[in-house]
């Protein structure tokens, strides 16, 4: 677990935690992506109705609040550009999980 806030290192790189542990994840898992460029989403999240099935099953339950962070692939190696999330508690200390998605764009 870590000790302090994971999304913001008290300075103006904020997010510059969560690039180390996405580093780290594709350097352990994925390593032909940890060269990759990526743009950094960080939003709290409400857990709601509407809120999607598969991101409802990853948080514990009896959660309100959470923090989602969004890693969006820069360049799209695979057609349609690669997401990497981490969900975490509402003050960012705790990871409550983290996925690979492939955008899924619409076409009609």
């Not at 994840?25 to 409400?46: C, F, G, M, Q």
Request: aromatic share 10%.
């Amino acid at each position: 677990m870590y000790n302090t806030n994971i999304i913001d290192d008290g300075y103006d790189g904020k997010a510059a935690l969560t690039t180390d542990m996405l580093h780290q994840l594709l350097s352990a898992h994925y390593p032909t992506l940890k060269n990759e460029r990526w743009d950094v989403d960080v939003d709290t999240i409400r857990t709601s109705p509407i809120l999607h099935p598969i991101l409802k099953r990853k948080l514990p339950i009896g959660i309100e609040k959470f923090t989602c962070v969004l890693f969006t692939q820069q360049t799209a190696v695979f057609g349609e550009p690669l997401i990497v999330y981490f969900l975490l508690d509402e003050k960012g200390e705790t990871i409550y999980a983290m996925d690979l998605l492939l955008e899924q764009q619409d076409t009609h």
